[in-house]
């Protein structure tokens, strides 16, 4: 085999292109990455191994090495088989050329290959016993008749080489690196920013399904109620139902979400302006899906838990050939829950291809097909709230939650129905240049179709006994919204005098469509609510839906161009800076269908960023933070445009931050983090005139937060961390949101902590602690919700190489608690001791 010609090579960025012809046959072009190598041409192949290379190796090791920056490590699955086979495959997932003559590997056999090893260590595993040997030639290697072999046999002294493990972005309960951060492939603790990420081993050990349990023990981050139909995250007390985005593109519907397809959760904390542009004034949740590669997969689960809980999931993946790769996801859910009439049925399907038609680039497509099906449930009223001095410093809140069975449904289950469809189509294509530019492009396009109608407690309970009334209203709200972004990355490496330049630069474009339509439930026909007996809280009045005076019916286009640049500049080996801005028009045109009133506005948003860096050590850094971040007057739901707001300035978010992050080993790190952030240009009324509003710095909030997650021992993974959050309202904003008052469900103190031992290779176990302190169910400071500490707990035993089973255990002390709330009436109790037995196969 003789390689015909090269028709690039580039020193440090590591690509070669290679026509190859092997004798008389047909020639095939095959397109890798250059492969680092060591500076000495001594090449590592695993721990505790000893080998010493011929010298012919060595000669060509130390040629490639004179182009390249370091050593490559590569993440290997090969099973045994034919060495043909699994040559093919180790070229495929390090992406390097590999020549072979087929006579010389024919009827020749390769052990199992797995974990993370150099190419030419996991070659050497390989070949073992073949009497072959793989030389290093033109960023690539050849395999060919072991020269020992080939001549007299000889006998090497051993000389004992390690390599040293490179960890991809997660590693069990750690995340190693972020993506979505800063758009570039940077190590977390090189991101000056505190970042907290749910990985795939976490999420499969806490069996999490929803987004409370998803951030549960993520440290600063609480959940909302979102009145039974949608996901609503606190970020530093501040509220969102519209930031969330899956792989870096927004996903902002106000419905409830599925982990079916998700590799792993983001969540980053304080404004990300810069990089997401509109929202994320608190913090945003990015889920990173599941891809196709080259590595097989099928993974068959099944859960069957407490309440009639039913789930099966699928996880299939497969090469189709050398060029592409093909990936399904799909899950099915039905259960029932602890809250009376409640009933969930949801599925979903997401498949993925990822097609490389040259070693530089690289096509992601994928589709999804989402539904959620579930009853809208806003939990219980409060009693004994009185708002006289609500809110007031040193005044004592007088409300309660209702003292109920925490199964008792207030309103009608029944005719509480909220449905959502989700289709979404995504794509990302990715190329290198010669130059070293590299060019990403993602789209999504998704349209939702969401509904949702609601029976609810619409005040407190009078009284706790026979005597005692609730208030009960109705109304439903149809959302239906097509979305279509599309961005641009450009990114370049630059070292001018020293200083090493890594340039982040690119365009942004979307465009909402959303059309939006409530109604107003009308009991009999004529009354907008209807009072019940509290120990009897069904209402059974029938109910008729028509538009009332207030009730949207709006129509709105929203275009976005958004142009950012960043910065990631090393100093110095021990100092860094990030240094970014983002320009965005946000133009909004707003119909309101009722009043036939058309609104038009644009806005112009400025995000800075700007983070320095200090690394005493390589593996530890302490930094600060400066971010930017707006919410135009559209909303989180671009649904909030009035005549009298359209003028108005966005509402502002600015965050200062400092913190440290130190990978105390490889698999196991330490973060800290203290922060001020404040919330500007919120609208108040002007004193003595409520005729007239302005603008005013109207919140801050003001913590700490520490996280811990990795390995503490190789039997001990540990996720969680403490966080102190003081969240005040800093101008009187109306009568129920005084100056001085707490910030609407933000608890001063968090503890959570999850831990999980492994006894023996088949069997471990977890316990988790949740500890929070109290808060209140909204800004009027009336309602106290206590504090509680809740216990978790799963055990994990492998039956067979293919067999494992999960139980896990929620409230394993079956405390009484409050979960979340959505104001004063909408409080919705802790789930009793739930059980949950999941079943997986691998094949």
């Given at each position: 085999m003789s390689l015909s010609h090269i028709s690039h090579w580039e020193s440090g960025r590591g690509w070669v292109i290679a026509n190859v012809r092997q004798g008389s046959r047909n020639r095939c072009r095959i397109p890798f990455p250059l492969?680092?190598?060591?500076?000495?041409?001594?090449?590592?192949?695993?721990?505790?191994?000893?080998?010493?290379?011929?010298?012919?190796?060595?000669?060509?090791?130390?040629?490639?090495?004179?182009?390249?920056?370091?050593?490559?490590?590569?993440?290997?699955?090969?099973s045994s088989g034919p060495l043909e086979t699994a040559l093919n495959a180790l070229a495929k997932?390090?992406?390097?050329?590999?020549?072979?003559?087929?006579?010389?590997?024919?009827?020749?056999?390769?052990?199992?290959?797995?974990?993370?090893?150099?190419?030419?260590?996991?070659?050497?595993?390989?070949?073992?016993?073949?009497?072959?040997?793989?030389?290093?030639?033109?960023?690539?290697?050849?395999?060919?008749?072991?020269?020992?072999?080939?001549?007299?046999?000889?006998?090497?002294?051993?000389?004992?080489?390690?390599?040293?493990?490179?960890?991809?972005?997660?590693?069990?309960?750690?995340?190693?690196?972020?993506?979505?951060a800063t758009r570039t492939d940077t190590p977390l603790r090189d991101v000056p920013q505190s970042i907290t990420v749910v990985t795939k081993d976490l999420i499969k050990d806490q069996n999490i399904l929803s987004m409370d349990a998803a951030v549960r023990y993520v440290p600063g981050v609480g959940?909302?109620?979102?009145?039974?139909?949608?996901?609503?995250?606190i970020f530093r007390g501040n509220n969102s139902t519209g930031d969330f985005f899956v792989d870096g593109l927004r996903d902002d519907v106000q419905y409830i979400r599925d982990f079916y397809?998700?590799?792993?959760?983001?969540?980053?904390?304080?404004?990300?302006?810069?990089?997401?542009?509109?929202?994320?004034?608190?913090?945003?949740i990015n889920r990173v899906t599941k891809q196709a590669s080259w590595t097989p997969i099928t993974e068959i689960g099944a859960t069957y838990g407490s309440y009639s809980q039913k789930r099966v999931t699928v996880d299939i993946g497969r090469a189709i050939n050398e060029v592409a790769a093909f990936r399904l996801n799909a899950m099915y859910e039905h259960s029932n829950s602890f809250r009376n009439g409640f009933e969930l049925e949801r599925g979903g399907v997401n498949p993925t291809f990822t097609i490389k038609p040259t070693a530089r680039t690289t096509v992601i497509l994928g589709g999804e097909y989402f539904?959620?099906?579930?009853?809208?449930?806003?939990?219980?009223?409060?009693?004994?709230?009185?708002?006289?001095?609500?809110?007031?410093?040193?005044?004592?809140?007088?409300?309660?939650?209702?003292?109920?069975?925490?199964?008792?449904?207030?309103?009608?289950?029944?005719?509480?129905?909220?449905?959502?469809?989700?289709?979404?189509?995504?794509?990302?294509?990715?190329?290198?240049?010669?130059?070293?530019?590299?060019?990403?492009?993602?789209?999504?396009?998704a349209n939702y179709d969401k509904f949702y109608q609601n029976v609810f407690a619409n005040g407190p309970a009078t009284a706790q006994d026979a005597t005692g009334t609730v208030a009960i209203a109705a109304y439903n709200n149809a959302t239906q919204r097509d979305n279509i972004f599309n961005q641009t990355d450009f990114l370049y490496t630059l070292n001018t005098w020293g200083i090493k330049h890594e340039f982040m630069t690119g365009v942004e474009y979307g465009r909402q469509v959303t059309t939006n339509l409530r109604n107003t439930g009308f009991f009999?026909?004529?009354?907008?609510?209807?009072?019940?007996?509290?120990?009897?809280?069904?209402?059974?009045?029938?109910?008729?839906?028509?538009?009332?005076?207030?009730?949207?019916?709006?129509?709105?286009?929203v275009e976005v161009v958004g142009v950012y640049l960043q910065d990631q500049i090393t100093l110095h080996p021990q100092l860094k800076a990030v240094l970014g801005i983002r320009y965005d028009n946000f133009d909004t045109n707003f119909v309101n269908n009722r009043t036939s009133t058309r609104i038009h506005t644009t806005d112009n948003l400025v995000s800075p960023r700007a983070g320095l860096i200090y690394k005493p050590i390589e593996t530890m850094s302490i930094y600060g933070n400066y971010s930017l971040a707006y919410v135009p007057r559209a909303g989180d739901q671009l649904s909030s445009l009035t005549p009298t707001n359209a003028a108005l300035k966005p509402e502002q978010f600015m965050n200062l931050e400092v913190g440290a992050k130190w990978d105390i080993r490889p698999d196991l790190s330490l973060t800290t983090a203290l922060y001020q952030l404040e919330r500007n240009n919120v609208i108040v009324p002007v004193p003595n005139d409520p005729t007239r509003t302005m603008l005013v710095d109207g919140q801050r909030a003001r913590g700490a937060e520490v996280?811990?997650?990795?390995?503490?021992?190789?039997?001990?993974?540990?996720?969680?961390?403490?966080?102190?959050?003081d969240a005040e309202i800093t101008k009187t904003q109306s009568l129920t949101a005084q100056a001085g008052a707490v910030v609407a469900q933000v608890p001063k103190h968090t503890f959570s902590m999850w831990n999980r031992y492994d006894f023996a290779p088949w069997l471990g176990?977890?316990?988790?602690?949740?500890?929070?302190?109290?808060?209140?169910?909204?800004?009027?400071?009336?309602?106290?919700?206590?504090?509680f500490t809740r216990l978790d707990s799963a055990m994990y035993v492998r039956l067979n190489k293919t067999l494992r089973v999960q139980a896990n255990i929620e409230n394993i002390a079956d405390i009484e608690y409050v979960a979340s709330a959505n104001n004063n009436n909408n409080i919705m109790p802790g789930a009793p001791r739930i059980y949950r037995l999941t079943v997986v196969a691998n094949f």
């Amino acid at each position: 085999m003789s390689l015909s010609h090269i028709s690039h090579w580039e020193s440090g960025r590591g690509w070669v292109i290679a026509n190859v012809r092997q004798g008389s046959r047909n020639r095939c072009r095959i397109p890798f990455p250059l492969l680092q190598t060591l500076q000495c041409g001594l090449i590592c192949f695993g721990v505790g191994a000893a080998m010493m290379l011929p010298q012919n190796v060595l000669a060509e090791s130390a040629t490639s090495s004179t182009a390249s920056n370091g050593l490559a490590v590569h993440q290997f699955n090969i099973s045994s088989g034919p060495l043909e086979t699994a040559l093919n495959a180790l070229a495929k997932q390090a992406m390097i050329p590999i020549s072979f003559d087929n006579l010389d590997v024919k009827d020749k056999t390769a052990q199992e290959l797995k974990g993370s090893f150099t190419a030419q260590a996991g070659l050497n595993h390989l070949l073992s016993g073949s009497g072959l040997e793989a030389v290093a030639q033109s960023g690539g290697y050849i395999v060919r008749k072991s020269a020992i072999t080939a001549n007299q046999p000889a006998t090497l002294p051993p000389v004992n080489v390690t390599a040293q493990p490179i960890i991809g972005p997660t590693d069990g309960y750690m995340a190693t690196k972020s993506y979505t951060a800063t758009r570039t492939d940077t190590p977390l603790r090189d991101v000056p920013q505190s970042i907290t990420v749910v990985t795939k081993d976490l999420i499969k050990d806490q069996n999490i399904l929803s987004m409370d349990a998803a951030v549960r023990y993520v440290p600063g981050v609480g959940i909302s109620q979102g009145e039974g139909n949608r996901d609503a995250v606190i970020f530093r007390g501040n509220n969102s139902t519209g930031d969330f985005f899956v792989d870096g593109l927004r996903d902002d519907v106000q419905y409830i979400r599925d982990f079916y397809n998700t590799d792993r959760i983001e969540v980053l904390k304080g404004a990300n302006g810069m990089i997401f542009g509109r929202g994320g004034g608190g913090g945003v949740i990015n889920r990173v899906t599941k891809q196709a590669s080259w590595t097989p997969i099928t993974e068959i689960g099944a859960t069957y838990g407490s309440y009639s809980q039913k789930r099966v999931t699928v996880d299939i993946g497969r090469a189709i050939n050398e060029v592409a790769a093909f990936r399904l996801n799909a899950m099915y859910e039905h259960s029932n829950s602890f809250r009376n009439g409640f009933e969930l049925e949801r599925g979903g399907v997401n498949p993925t291809f990822t097609i490389k038609p040259t070693a530089r680039t690289t096509v992601i497509l994928g589709g999804e097909y989402f539904t959620d099906n579930r009853t809208a449930d806003r939990g219980i009223p409060s009693f004994g709230a009185t708002f006289a001095g609500g809110g007031m410093p040193g005044v004592v809140a007088s409300g309660r939650p209702s003292d109920t069975h925490r199964s008792t449904f207030f309103g009608n289950a029944a005719t509480s129905p909220t449905h959502t469809d989700v289709w979404a189509l995504n794509s990302t294509l990715e190329h290198a240049f010669d130059n070293g530019l590299t060019v990403r492009n993602r789209t999504r396009y998704a349209n939702y179709d969401k509904f949702y109608q609601n029976v609810f407690a619409n005040g407190p309970a009078t009284a706790q006994d026979a005597t005692g009334t609730v208030a009960i209203a109705a109304y439903n709200n149809a959302t239906q919204r097509d979305n279509i972004f599309n961005q641009t990355d450009f990114l370049y490496t630059l070292n001018t005098w020293g200083i090493k330049h890594e340039f982040m630069t690119g365009v942004e474009y979307g465009r909402q469509v959303t059309t939006n339509l409530r109604n107003t439930g009308f009991f009999n026909n004529t009354a907008t609510s209807v009072n019940v007996p509290f120990f009897n809280p069904l209402a059974l009045t029938p109910i008729t839906y028509r538009p009332n005076a207030t009730d949207a019916n709006n129509h709105g286009v929203v275009e976005v161009v958004g142009v950012y640049l960043q910065d990631q500049i090393t100093l110095h080996p021990q100092l860094k800076a990030v240094l970014g801005i983002r320009y965005d028009n946000f133009d909004t045109n707003f119909v309101n269908n009722r009043t036939s009133t058309r609104i038009h506005t644009t806005d112009n948003l400025v995000s800075p960023r700007a983070g320095l860096i200090y690394k005493p050590i390589e593996t530890m850094s302490i930094y600060g933070n400066y971010s930017l971040a707006y919410v135009p007057r559209a909303g989180d739901q671009l649904s909030s445009l009035t005549p009298t707001n359209a003028a108005l300035k966005p509402e502002q978010f600015m965050n200062l931050e400092v913190g440290a992050k130190w990978d105390i080993r490889p698999d196991l790190s330490l973060t800290t983090a203290l922060y001020q952030l404040e919330r500007n240009n919120v609208i108040v009324p002007v004193p003595n005139d409520p005729t007239r509003t302005m603008l005013v710095d109207g919140q801050r909030a003001r913590g700490a937060e520490v996280g811990l997650m990795g390995r503490i021992t190789p039997q001990w993974s540990v996720m969680g961390g403490y966080a102190y959050t003081d969240a005040e309202i800093t101008k009187t904003q109306s009568l129920t949101a005084q100056a001085g008052a707490v910030v609407a469900q933000v608890p001063k103190h968090t503890f959570s902590m999850w831990n999980r031992y492994d006894f023996a290779p088949w069997l471990g176990l977890a316990l988790g602690v949740v500890h929070r302190t109290h808060m209140y169910a909204a800004v009027d400071n009336t309602v106290l919700l206590p504090g509680f500490t809740r216990l978790d707990s799963a055990m994990y035993v492998r039956l067979n190489k293919t067999l494992r089973v999960q139980a896990n255990i929620e409230n394993i002390a079956d405390i009484e608690y409050v979960a979340s709330a959505n104001n004063n009436n909408n409080i919705m109790p802790g789930a009793p001791r739930i059980y949950r037995l999941t079943v997986v196969a691998n094949f």
